[in-house]
């Protein structure tokens, strides 16, 4: 069955930077690609970017440009995500979730049709 | 990019009784590309619905999407215990993916 397993929380200070991992399992990890979306405490869903299983091409959201870059090893189907110069701001439950193409993979057109269990990620002085 | 507006933002009512959930879109959505996703505390959302009216692997047929262009609506037909619970909308027909901000489906 199609499992995406997290890394767990993490505390980090205002200015460092976070790596959260999410290996997949239960499908061939290189036919599909990989969207983060984060949820800060009692909000709703921020789509934050996505990565492709295959050759690694991104797309990421306007708003985290610069601060966020996303990879894969595909020799352990893992995606990785890592974001830089936190601020409080950035405190949220961060969710890997399988991207289903409608179409055009790199066009932007995912819905979201498996989840990792989310990792909670702390900024606090 | 497109904003999804959910209404309304706390429904309350009784098991057995039905739902429904509306979502707007500020512009119309390409292909008709909107999910729903149901999310209970402490878990991660679950897709429910795509393509507007196509229910996920396992979704109960409880669960029934429909609308184009603009107005979408998900109906749960007889709420059950575990029906309870925040559903978000998403639509995917342009970049960037956006969500609507929830509507919650409580126990009255």
């Not at chain 2, 692997?57 to 047929?61: C, E, L, P, R, Y």
């Not at chain 2, 995917?92 to 960037?96: D, T």
């Given at each position: 069955q199609v499992q995406l397993v997290q890394s767990g929380a993490d505390a980090k200070k205002p200015g460092a930077s976070v790596k959260v991992s999410c290996k997949a399992s239960g499908?061939?990890?290189?036919s599909f690609g990989i969207s983060w979306v984060r949820q800060a405490p009692g909000q709703g869903l921020e789509w934050m970017g996505w990565i492709s299983g295959y050759k690694g091409y991104t797309n990421y959201a306007q708003s985290l440009q610069g601060r966020v870059t996303m990879t894969t090893d595909t020799s352990t189907s893992t995606a990785y995500m890592e974001l830089r110069s936190?601020?409080?701001?950035?405190?949220a439950v961060y969710y890997c979730a399988r991207s289903f193409c409608?179409?055009?993979?790199?066009?932007?057109r995912w819905y979201f049709d498996y989840w990792g269990q989310g990792t909670l990620v702390i900024v606090s002085s | 990019e497109i904003v999804l507006t959910q209404s309304p933002g706390t429904l309350s009512l009784s098991p057995g009784e039905r739902a429904t959930l509306s979502c707007r879109a500020s512009q119309s959505v390409s292909s008709n590309f909107l999910a729903w996703y149901q999310q209970k505390p402490g878990q991660a959302p679950r897709l429910l619905i795509?393509?507007?009216?196509s229910r996920a692997?396992?979704?109960?047929?409880r669960f029934r999407g429909s609308g184009s262009e603009t107005d979408f609506t998900l109906t749960i037909s007889r709420l059950e215990p575990e029906d309870f619970a925040v559903y978000f909308c998403q639509q995917?027909?342009?970049?960037?993916v956006t969500f609507g901000q929830g509507t919650k489906v409580e126990i009255k």
């Open positions: 499908f061939i990890f290189t936190l601020t409080s701001d950035d405190t409608a179409g055009d993979c790199s066009s932007g | 795509y393509g507007a009216s692997t396992g979704v109960t047929d995917y027909g342009s970049s960037p």
